[in-house]
Structure formats: C-alpha cells, structure tokens
C-alpha cells in the first residue's frame, strides 16, 4: 500500500470501514491529501492510496460534523472500484497496524 498519483474518481463506499485514529493514519499511510478539520463538511481527512496490486482506493472520515482530535477513535470509510478492492485495501491497512503495532512496543 502506497500513496497514489493516480485519480480516484470514481471511487465509492462499499460497507468497507476501519476503526483507528488520525494519529495511527498518519504513522501508516502519511500525512493526509485533503484535511478541513473544521467539521463543518461531511469529510474531515481523506487520504488517496493504491493497494499493493495498484488498485486506487481512500480512506476517509465520514459525517462527523465534529472537530476530530488526533487520537480519538472513529469509523473511517474506505472507498474503492469495487467491494473485493475497499477488502484488499483493508487487509493491507490491518497488516500494517499489526505491524505498526508490533515495533510500537
């Protein structure tokens, strides 16, 4: 998994969500390609990645209408091509918070 240059229109949710922070985000996927942490929108963060196959996909908060703070706890949508590419992108974001994870301690 990796930042992407390539476009994500057309992306969409496909019931695909990870429970993390911002803060976790940040350490796994790099600082985010769009933040309007104002809460007044229905996106605070969005981050635009491929998986390791080369498919695009986002990770993005969703209607919090709430300033979010950096290790608060939230449900960030995944948005792909399809429903098996938002699980791809899963798995790889879960791997690497185990990983993550491991050197932490």
Known sequence: ??????STGGTSFHDTVVGTTIHT???LLGE?????????DKVNYEWEMETSNG??????SWKEYKIL?????IEFHIGGM???????????I??????????AK
């Open 1 to 6: 998994m990796r930042k992407t240059n390539k």
């Open 82 to 92: 399809s429903k098996s590419i938002t699980e791809q992108a899963k798995n790889e």
């Open 69 to 73: 703070h950096e290790h608060e706890i």
């Open 25 to 27: 985000l940040n350490k």
């Open 32 to 40: 985010p390609t769009y933040v309007d942490n104002t809460g007044m």
């Open 94 to 103: 879960y791997e690497a918070l185990e990983t993550y994870s491991r050197k």
């Open 55 to 60: 498919d695009v996909f986002t990770v993005y």
